[in-house]
């Protein structure tokens, strides 16, 4: 597990809704198995991480198959890019009507 990764699951805090969403599941692991979270160097040659690695490669060169996006994107990265493109429809309709007025005053 990545550094950042185990120190955002520890967090008594957090905004993103992917961490929030692992940190539920983790708790309800909890709840039924004693669970640790350890930070483990990179080809640490450690057997259970060569495993993980094994895992993580293989599943990695497999087609993705299901209703969720293969990649995980943020509610917030979504919620500003809708943003973004309404103020970007906005501005470009004051444009159109502005011009639009200008044209039929200079007429």
Sequence with gaps: ???????ELQANKTTSPLVQQRQRALNDICTCHIVRL???????RLHGNEIANKLARDSSTQQFIG?????GVSRQN???KIK??????QLARWHGAYSSQRE???N
């Design 104 to 106: 039929r005053l200079e």
């Design 67 to 71: 209703p969720e996006t293969s990649v």
């Design 84 to 89: 973004h493109w309404v103020d970007n429809q």
């Design 78 to 80: 979504i919620n500003n």
């Design 38 to 44: 350890y930070w483990v160097p990179g080809h640490a």
């Design 1 to 7: 597990m990545r550094k950042a990764a185990v120190k």
